[in-house]
């Protein structure tokens, strides 16, 4: 997105004391999470970085796209796929696929924490790092009972800066070579209470709706329409 990030550092809030590190990442997760209800309007660079396999030191895709964020609405670009939600639909575009999935609204819950807060229970260790500004919290899963062996997140000043994960799932390189990716995802150029127009959140330039029909506009003529809208 390239935003400038104008908002200052903010004080760290004060958590009560915790015994283990099960319990540091739980508050801290909950921290999170409350950052992101507190702030529902806000704006943020999102890069996409794929790792061949866990040792990697390079990436071998980098994708920089952003994410906007207004209560109900959203929009966000990044990896050849866009989404835009307003109060009436949700509308994804796959450029890859030639694609456009038109959805009913959903809900979001915008609490990045909650999900990772339910993962802990399948964790084998946790180990957290809580200085000052900045929290790192490291998780290892058990064996094949989530996803992702390993999960490392990086949070600054309440707000997500990466999600760095280690998947579990392996894969065959061109090369024939079984291996397991890594991936980094990070979040930066943050800015709160942004005021967004109307038009960030608008799909009449994507397609437009007659009685029952969905038609695509000029730009996007040549792909294929899915409607999953439910009654």
């Not at 307003?86 to 819950?109: F, G, W, Y």
């Amino acid at each position: 997105m390239g935003y400038v990030n104008t908002v200052g550092p903010k004080s760290k809030t004060v958590l009560p004391a915790v015994t283990n590190d099960l319990e540091k990442a739980e508050r801290i997760l909950v921290d999170l999470n409350s950052y992101y209800v507190e702030h529902p309007n806000y704006a943020a660079t999102v890069t996409h970085a794929l790792y061949s396999n866990y040792n990697a030191q390079t990436a071998d895709e980098t994708y920089t796209g952003y994410y906007r964020h207004n209560k109900l609405k959203e929009h966000s670009v990044l990896m050849g796929i866009e989404t835009i939600q307003n109060e009436q639909l949700r509308v994804v575009i796959d450029t890859n696929s030639k694609l456009v999935m038109v959805h009913n609204t959903i809900p979001m819950a915008n609490n990045p924490g909650i999900e990772i807060i339910s993962a802990l229970k399948l964790c084998s260790s946790i180990r957290v790092n809580d200085k000052g500004t900045k929290s790192t919290i490291e998780l290892d899963f058990q064996d094949n009972q989530y996803p992702l062996s390993k999960m490392v997140i990086d949070i600054v000043d309440h707000r997500l800066a990466v999600l760095e994960m280690w998947h579990n799932e392996a894969i065959t390189n061109e090369n024939g070579e079984i291996i397991k990716p890594r991936t980094k995802v990070s979040y930066t150029d943050y800015q709160e209470n942004k005021k967004f127009t109307a038009k960030e959140f608008a799909i009449g330039q994507i397609v437009e709706f007659k009685n029952s029909a969905i038609t695509p506009k000029a730009e996007f003529s040549l792909y294929r329409i899915m409607d999953l809208r439910t009654k």
